[in-house]
């Protein structure tokens, strides 16, 4: 059984910075691509960003140039670095094990996910 732990949400102003945590239990997290996504209220769950195995990384269009996903495999962690916050990020943020290497942004494909962080962005 794999365990997800998110860490790191918090309340920011406009324009302001904050990374999120996600450890991972299990002697395999590098063979996985490993996914964040995010649920504001009353919408579905959207794909924000995610990294392969081998590391190659993809961002939903509404976050490319502020949001950085990065991984370390020694620590069975990935990171998501979100600068330059705006309100419409605000919502709650899950990372997701892929139940593969390579990176696909619909929730169908993984099987295991935190149990979300609060993310919120005052105007």
């Known amino acids: 059984q794999v365990q997800l732990v998110e860490s790191g949400g918090g309340l920011v102003q406009a324009g302001g910075s904050l990374r999120l945590s996600c450890a991972a239990s299990?002697?395999?997290?590098?063979?996985?691509?490993m996914g964040w996504f995010r649920q504001a209220p009353g919408k579905e769950r959207e794909f924000v960003a995610g990294?392969?195995?081998?590391?190659?990384?993809y961002y939903a269009d509404s976050v490319k140039g502020r949001f950085t996903i990065s991984r370390d495999n020694a620590k069975n962690t990935v990171y998501l670095q979100m600068n330059s916050l705006k309100p419409e990020d605000t919502a709650v943020y899950y990372c997701?094990?892929?139940?593969?290497?390579?990176?696909?942004?619909?929730?169908?494909?993984?099987?295991?996910w935190g149990q979300g962080t609060q993310v919120t962005v005052s105007s």
């Open positions: 990294i392969s195995s081998g590391g190659n990384t």
């Open positions: 299990g002697r395999t997290f590098s063979s996985y691509a």
């Open positions: 997701a094990r892929r139940s593969g290497s390579s990176v696909i942004t619909n929730t169908r494909y993984y099987d295991y």
